[in-house]
């Protein structure tokens, strides 16, 4: 039996690998939430990591909170950059190949064309920064690491975008949701089936295990309006959504305009087929519905 340490299994990530990790046969799964490991206590991630012969290490944990990461960016720093030098480090010294996830938000979003893994990053904000520190964390301390950028995630679980969208056109009858910002919505459960699918393709062959970043998201682009239309058609939700600025809605975290991830390298690496977010947006739906 192989051994796989899944942190942060009760994100929204975390909690679809949960779903489907025993479809994988011949592994062991050990599971920590922040309840049993702090990734930002180094004593006790040297101690989890040490305490068993893992494989793999898949990395969920984040801290996802773009806006208020800008007023916390200690925080943010510890989860997002420095536990992954903790976890580089020790899975490093114990040759454990790691699976780390991380964003679009490295990127300032003014490209016209999708980012490939080359494009120069330039974060926009402190989390797309301590993102991208945690990447550079990991990659120079475990030189066996896969990092998988992804975007606009959500899933059946957790709190996002899908969710606050079927839950506002329900309650009013007008809504305003921005039209000038273009990315790729992403099913976590799609993503979840591709670190299996990974982790699949490498369980013969160590040499598939090609370390590097590497681009996720479901196909196909939206705006965050196109997508609120498309929630809103899949539930029957009348509501009028009109079309605004990123001008009228201010954060205190700039968003990039543009996001959507070029996925070729990932698809081609590891002969992954990935869904159209419709597709993905109905199943998710679905199951919100069960
Ligand atoms: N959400 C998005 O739209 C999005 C977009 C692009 C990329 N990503 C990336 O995709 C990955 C998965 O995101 P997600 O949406 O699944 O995130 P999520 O739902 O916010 O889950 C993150 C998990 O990390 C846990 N965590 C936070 N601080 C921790 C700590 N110090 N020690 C241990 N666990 C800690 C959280 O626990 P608590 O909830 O108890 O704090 C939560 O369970 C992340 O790397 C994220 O950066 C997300």
Known sequence: MKNILLIGADGQLGSELMKIKDSLSGYNWETTTIKNLDVCDKEKVKEKINSKPFDYIINCTAYTAVDKAESDIDTARAVNATALEYIGTYSSVNN??????????????????PYTEDTATKPNGAYGLTKLEGENALMKSNSNSIILRTSWLY?????????????????????????????SPTYAADLAQAIMNIIKVCENDNSKFIPGIYHYSNEGVASWYDFTLAIHEICNISCNVKPIETKDYPTPAPRPNYSVLNKGKVKNTFGLEIPHWRESLKKCIARLSQ
Do not use: C, P, W
Request: glycine residues 10%.
């Open 96 to 113: 454990i190949k790691v699976i780390h996830v991380s964003t679009d938000y490295v990127f300032d979003g003014t490209a016209h064309i």
């Open 155 to 183: 899933s059946e679980f957790g709190n996002n975008f899908v969710k606050t969208m079927i839950k506002l056109g329900k309650e009013r009858d007008e809504l305003g949701v921005i039209y000038d910002q273009i990315g």
